[in-house]
């Protein structure tokens, strides 16, 4: 499939099946981690091949807590890295889905199964990876309002057409399931003449989110709402790059999408509030929704509609307490974000 004179999905599979053999050969961090992961996932890498993390790429963390038991979905898996590490954290019970376009990974990740199931002393295969576009998912196997949570790791900027991809994750999901995920986003759509260079597509940037158009493409796909966990200005290394797109403005960003119908568009007051029981083990004190919902154990907090729907509705549900309901409407929540440079809409 092309965008504009790219074919975006072969160049994909020749830069990260022929042209990449290790992250050390990315020209930008763009598709690289360059940020720690959390304190709890780290001792999880170390029942991961050497080879499958070498032969990884990303621009964040998208492993979220409190899956135990869960189907997990990766979209656009590579060496399977971050399958591997969502297998560790569903347990035996639950079962994680790599779906890749790039055949070479897709084999370095396959070859690694039996080895890393016998890792996590597990008696049979909680994992599967199925070759297929992340625009194609009605084509596998993966039936609708199946899936717990679907992640992504700085994929879905590859994909020509990210609204069919965002359509096919909401189908997939579960009522209260949920999109996490890592990628890059630009302050503006890109000229031609970058988003169809190959070396710029291959380095997560020529496809870049420009964030008004994620904002629509979400709203087609049925979510009026979602949440930045975290996000990061990136600096170009590569001379060329830089001076060809001098002054976009490029952004690592994790975000957090709910499938719920009773999402709304603005942040709307119902006078509800949330208390954090303490329960999920990762985060014993606290627990961030996101960048501007942080909810302390047992410290009632004030929130919108939105906020109490998604905690209420998904599988946070037994971890909080949610006073109030829909019954009285006070108007718009007064929103507070204290990073006015926030992208996001509303309290998000």
């Known amino acids: ?116 199931m016998e890792r996590f002393g597990y008696s049979s295969s909680n994992v599967e990876f199925y070759e297929s576009p992340l625009e194609d998912l009605d084509s596998l196997p993966i039936a609708s309002n199946s899936v717990d949570v679907i992640i992504s790791n700085c994929v879905l900027n590859l994909c020509p057409d990210k609204t069919k991809v965002l359509e096919q994750v909401f189908r997939a999901l579960k009522p209260g399931g949920e999109l996490y995920f890592s990628d890059i986003f630009a302050d503006r759509r890109l000229p031609p003449a970058l988003a169809n260079d190959p070396d710029f597509h291959g380095e997560c940037l020529g496809g870049a989110w420009y964030w008004e158009d994620f904002r629509r493409s979400l709203a087609t796909a049925g979510c009026p709402d979602y949440r930045i966990v975290s996000h990061s200005q990136l600096s170009l290394e590569d001379p060329r790059m830089r001076a060809v797109s001098a002054g976009i403005k490029f952004e690592s960003a994790t975000i957090r999408c709910f499938k719920s119908a009773n999402l709304e568009d603005r942040c709307e007051d119902y006078g509800q509030s949330i208390t954090y029981r303490g329960t999920i083990p990762q985060h014993p004190r606290q627990f961030s929704l996101d960048s501007n919902h942080h909810f302390e154990v047992g410290r009632p907090v004030r929130v919108c509609g939105n906020t109490a729907a998604m905690i209420q509705e998904s599988r946070f549900a037994s971890h909080f307490t949610v006073s109030g309901d829909r019954a009285h409407h006070f108007g718009i929540f007064p929103c507070a974000s204290s990073d006015s440079t926030d992208p996001q809409p509303g309290c998000c």
């Not at 930008?28 to 990884?56: G, M, Q």
């Not at 297998?87 to 376009?101: K, M, N, S, T």
Request: charged share 20%; with cysteine; glycine share 10%.
């Open 1 to 116: 499939m092309k965008n504009g004179g790219l074919d975006y999905h072969s160049n994909s599979q020749d830069y990260y099946g022929r042209v990449l053999q290790s992250n050390r050969d990315l020209k930008t961090s763009a598709c690289c981690e360059n940020s720690a992961p959390p304190d709890w996932l780290k001792p999880l890498f170390a029942n991961l091949d050497p080879e499958i993390i070498e032969r990884s790429y990303g621009c964040g963390s998208p492993i979220p807590v409190a899956i135990e038991g869960c189907t997990i979905l990766d979209l656009g898996s590579g060496t399977g890295r971050d399958v591997y590490l969502a297998a560790q954290l569903v347990g035996q019970e639950g079962r994680v889905i790599g779906v890749d376009f790039t055949k070479e990974q897709l084999n370095l990740a396959r070859e690694k199964l039996p080895h890393q």
